[in-house]
C-alpha cells in the first residue's frame, strides 16, 4: 500500500517539476514511510511514497519498463490478488519477471492488454500509467473504489493524488467550496457523490472507471457495474458458492512479506474472515493467527444497551480467540486520546468525517501498526448481504431518502441562516436519491420484496459502503496500515447481488443466508448473535470533553464555524447534551457526543484547510 502523486501537460515542459513533485509527494508520506521515488519527463511527472508489503527490493516505485515498442513507468497503491494468474498468462506470452511484485505484475498486464487490462484484475487497486510511445496517461480505480484517486485540470495540466492534500501542494491551486460542496458536506456528507469533492473543480475518479489523459483531452470510462441477473442457484447450491468464494477472497489476501492479522469484534462477519484466516495459518504451517480488538477505557461499566448496539463484544471475541486459537491482542482506547485525534481524523480525511468513530480508528490502526502492516478486516459484509436495520424498517424503507441519514430538516437548520437562503439540501439530496435509483437494474422475474431491496441494496453499495470504505484507508493509511477488504470481491458481490431477498435474508434473519451458510464451521453464539455495529465509546466523560472542546470555540467570536453555521442552533445542541438535533446524523452511530465532536472537526477543517465560500 502507498501513495502517488503525478502531473501531465503536453504544451508546457514538466522538467524542471522535481520540487514541486517533491512538495506534493511529501504531503502523502503517511500513507508510504518506508520509501519515495521519483520519474520525471517532458510531459510528466510522477511522485511515489512507498509502504512496502511485497518484495521490498523488487517492487520499488516508479517502475520502468523498456520494451521494443515503448517505455511505460507505473506508480500504484493496491494489491492485486490474483497477480499468480496474470503473471502465468504473461509468462506464457514471453514476459520475464525481475521480482515477485504484484506491481511488476500489474505493469506488464497493462503492456500485455492496454486499456482492457481493468477486466482482468481482481484486487484493490488506484494506479497511474505513462505511456511514453502514445505520450498518453491511464488512470484507474478498483472496481468499488476502495483505494482513492483524485484530480484537477487546469491550464491542460491534470494534476492527480492518492489524497486531496497532494494536489493542494500543486501552486495556485484554490480551496473553493461552492453550493454544491456545502450540499455534499452538510446534505450527504460525511457519505459524497462518486466523482465529486467537496472542492470545486477537484474530482475523485470513480470507483470502476479508468480514464485515458492525452493530447486530445480527458476521456474516462466506466468498465464494471453490478448487472443484475435471475439466481437459478438452489438453497444448497447458493450455500456451497459462497462458501467457496468466501474462502477463495480471504485465502488471496492473505498474502504479505510482512507481519499480517485479523481485527476480531467478535460479530459474524470478522469471525468469518478470521476463521479461514486460522485455518489458511494452520494448514500451511505458519505460526498462529494474530487477531486485534478494540475498545475503550471504562466501557463494561458504561455500555447501554440499545437495539443498535445490543451486546458488548468482549465475550465474543474471547469465545473466537479460544476457538480458533489465535493470539489475541485487545487494544484499550482512553477518552482523551478519542477527543485529541478528532483533528487528525479530520486531515486523514482532508475534511470533517464520522467524528470519533473514525479517529477510534485511527488509534486502532496506530496501535496495532507497531506490531503489524496488514490486517484483514469484516468490513462491507452488511451492505453486500443486507445486514443493517434499515433493509427491514418500514420507516427506513419508505423515507424517500437515503434511509442512514433522514435528518434532512435538521441539516437544513444546522446552516447559517444566510448561507441557507441559497443553499436548499432537500433539493439537492432529492436529486441524487433519484439519480442513484435510476442506475439500478430490475428483472421482471423479480419479486415485489426483491425489487424493493435491490434498490435499498444499491444505494447502501454505492454510498454508505463508500463512506465506510473512505474511512478506512485514510484511517489506516494515516498511520502506514494496510486494510483489506474480503468482502469486496467484486465476483462475491456479483454473486450476492442476485441472490433473491427471501433467500438472502433466510429465516427473517439479518444477513440470515450468511449466518446458514456458516453454521457449520462457527459457534452457534457467533452465527445467531444479534447485529452490532463498529464499537463506540459510552463513557460519559467523552460528552463532557467534547462539549468542552465545542464550547470553547463557540466562544470564540472569532471561530469560523459561525461563518457557515447556526450559532443558535448549535448552542441549542450544547445545552441539550445533543438532544435538540433529535436524530443520528450519519448512520446508526453519530448521535449527541458524536455530532459535537463532528462540530468540532467542521471548525478545525475551517481554521486548518481555509476553504473560500462561494455561494
Known amino acids: 500500500m502507498c501513495g502517488f502523486v503525478g502531473i501531465a501537460d503536453f504544451k508546457k515542459d514538466l522538467s524542471n517539476s522535481k520540487r514541486i513533485i517533491e512538495k506534493m509527494n511529501k504531503s502523502l508520506i503517511n500513507r508510504g514511510p ?51 494468474e496474470l503473471r502465468k498468462t504473461l509468462e506464457e506470452n514471453g514476459f520475464t519477471f525481475n521480482g515477485h511484485s504484484d506491481t511488476e505484475v ?37 472496481h468499488f473504489g476502495v483505494k482513492p484517486l483524485f484530480y484537477t485540470i487546469q491550464d491542460n495540466t491534470i494534476i492527480f493524488s492518492s489524497e486531496i492534500k497532494g494536489i493542494f501542494e500543486y501552486p495556485n491551486i484554490e480551496k473553493v467550496v461552492d453550493n454544491q460542496g456545502i450540499c455534499e458536506l452538510f446534505g450527504i456528507g460525511p457519505a459524497h457523490t462518486a466523482g465529486t469533492t467537496v472542492f470545486k473543480n477537484i474530482y475523485e475518479l470513480k470507483p470502476a ?6 493530447s486530445s483531452g480527458f476521456y474516462c470510462k466506466r468498465y464494471w457495474k453490478l448487472h443484475s441477473k435471475e439466481h437459478k442457484d438452489n438453497l444448497a447450491q447458493t450455500t456451497e458458492k459462497l462458501k467457496f468464494l468466501l474462502n477463495d477472497a480471504i485465502t488471496r489476501q492473505l498474502v504479505a512479506d510482512v507481519p499480517l492479522c485479523t481485527f476480531l469484534s467478535g460479530g459474524l462477519d470478522s469471525s468469518i474472515i478470521t476463521k479461514f484466516a486460522a485455518d489458511y495459518c494452520k494448514k500451511e504451517g505458519l505460526p498462529p493467527l494474530d487477531t486485534y480488538s478494540i475498545d475503550y477505557v471504562d466501557n463494561d461499566k458504561n455500555f447501554v444497551k440499545s437495539d443498535f448496539q445490543p451486546n458488548a463484544d468482549n465475550y465474543y471475541v474471547e469465545l473466537m480467540s479460544k476457538n480458533l486459537h489465535t493470539n489475541h491482542h485487545n487494544i484499550v482506547i482512553d477518552t482523551p486520546e478519542l477527543a485529541s485525534y478528532l483533528e487528525d481524523a479530520m486531515i486523514a480525511r482532508d475534511m470533517p468525517g464520522m467524528a470519533d468513530i473514525d479517529s477510534s480508528l485511527l488509534l486502532f490502526c496506530k496501535n496495532v501498526k507497531k506490531e503489524m502492516t496488514v490486517s484483514l478486516t469484516g468490513e462491507c459484509a452488511d451492505e453486500i448481504f443486507g445486514g443493517y436495520p434499515w433493509f427491514f424498517r418500514e420507516d427506513a424503507l419508505n423515507s424517500n431518502t437515503f434511509p442512514w441519514s433522514i435528518a434532512i430538516d435538521e441539516r437544513q437548520n444546522l446552516l447559517n441562516p444566510v448561507i441557507g437562503k441559497n443553499v436548499n439540501l432537500k433539493e439537492y439530496i432529492d436529486y441524487r436519491y433519484n439519480e442513484s435509483l435510476n442506475e439500478v437494474e430490475i428483472l421482471d422475474t423479480d419479486t415485489e420484496e426483491t425489487k424493493e431491496k435491490r434498490k435499498i441494496s444499491h444505494l447502501t453499495l454505492n454510498w454508505f459502503m463508500q463512506t465506510l470504505l473512505d474511512r478506512s484507508d485514510r484511517m489506516a493509511m494515516y498511520n502506514g496500515f ?25 429465516n427473517g434473519r439479518e444477513k440470515g443466508l450468511l449466518r446458514y451458510a456458516c453454521r457449520d464451521f462457527l459457534p452457534n453464539e457467533i452465527v445467531d448473535r444479534k447485529k452490532s455495529p463498529y464499537p463506540k465509546t459510552h463513557n460519559p466523560n467523552y460528552l463532557a470533553k467534547v462539549k468542552s472542546m465545542l464550547t470553547d470555540i463557540m466562544n470564540k467570536p472569532n471561530a469560523p464555524i459561525n461563518n457557515l453555521l447556526n450559532r443558535k442552533y448549535i448552542l441549542d445542541i450544547l445545552n441539550t447534551d445533543g438532544k435538540a438535533f433529535t436524530r443520528p446524523w450519519f448512520g446508526q452511530l453519530m448521535t449527541g457526543p458524536q455530532l459535537m465532536a463532528y462540530l468540532c472537526q467542521v471548525n478545525m477543517w475551517l481554521e486548518k484547510y481555509e476553504p473560500k465560500i462561494e455561494i
Not at 486494510?483 to 435474508?505: G, H, Q, S, T
Open 106 to 142: 500489474l505493469l506488464k498486464s497493462y503492456i500485455h492488454f492496454g486499456n482492457d487490462v481493468v477486466n482482468h484484475l481482481n484486487g484493490i487497486f488506484a494506479f497511474a500509467i505513462w505511456n511514453e510511445l502514445k505520450k498518453e496517461l491511464f488512470l484507474a480505480r478498483d
Open 34 to 84: 518506508d520509501e519515495q521515488g521519483y520519474y520525471i519527463d517532458k510531459n510528466v511527472a510522477l511522485g511515489h511514497r512507498r509502504l512496502i508489503v511485497i518484495d521490498p527490493v523488487g517492487g520499488k516505485q516508479p517502475m520502468i519498463e523498456i520494451f521494443s515498442y515503448g517505455k511505460y513507468v507505473i506508480v500504484y497503491n493496491g494489491q492485486i490478488y490474483n497477480t499468480k
Open 209 to 214: 472507471h479508468f480514464a485515458i489523459y492525452n
Open 482 to 506: 494496510e486494510l483489506r477488504v474480503p468482502f469486496c470481491d467484486y465476483r462475491l458481490a456479483e454473486y450476492v447481488w442476485n441472490i433473491p431477498w427471501e433467500m438472502k435474508a433466510l
